[in-house]
């Protein structure tokens, strides 16, 4: 497991007639999306498995998206990282959207630009 470390989002930006917004932490503080990494062999050539998780928006980027990256709460992300957590019970709490009142959102652009 990882920590994908964010500032700010910005999804929909590269869809036509969707109004992209700015996400963010109040505050400006960073986050981090919830992660799966699977380190390479060092005797192969090939590149490391990486996924971002995704969960049910809450209600701040609700406004644009059905699905969100998992981001994680500040106080869930040593039990995200911990590897001895590793019963669904353990890790499903941490799969959960983030409570709406710790996110701001405001439109990114005009949607005129991007059409």
């Known amino acids: 497991m990882t ?3 964010y500032v700010a989002s910005v999804p929909g930006s590269g ?5 992209p917004y700015y996400f963010h932490l ?11 990494y699977t380190p390479p062999h060092p005797e192969e050539s090939t590149p490391a498995p990486f996924a971002i998780i995704t969960t049910i928006a809450n209600e701040v980027p ?10 994680l709460d500040p ?7 911990n590897p ?6 353990d890790v499903l709490r941490c799969l ?3 409570r ?16």
């Open 15 to 19: 869809q036509r007639r969707k109004q």
């Open 3 to 5: 920590l994908v470390p």
């Open 26 to 36: 109040k505050g400006g503080k960073l986050f981090a999306f919830a992660g799966l």
């Open 75 to 81: 106080s869930d992300e040593r039990r995200w990282l």
């Open 100 to 115: 709406a009142e710790c996110m701001e959102a405001y439109p990114a652009v005009n949607p005129a630009v991007l059409a």
């Open 84 to 89: 001895f957590f590793v019963t669904p019970t």
């Open 62 to 71: 609700a406004q644009s998206h059905r699905h969100t990256p998992v981001l």
């Open 96 to 98: 959960l959207p983030l």
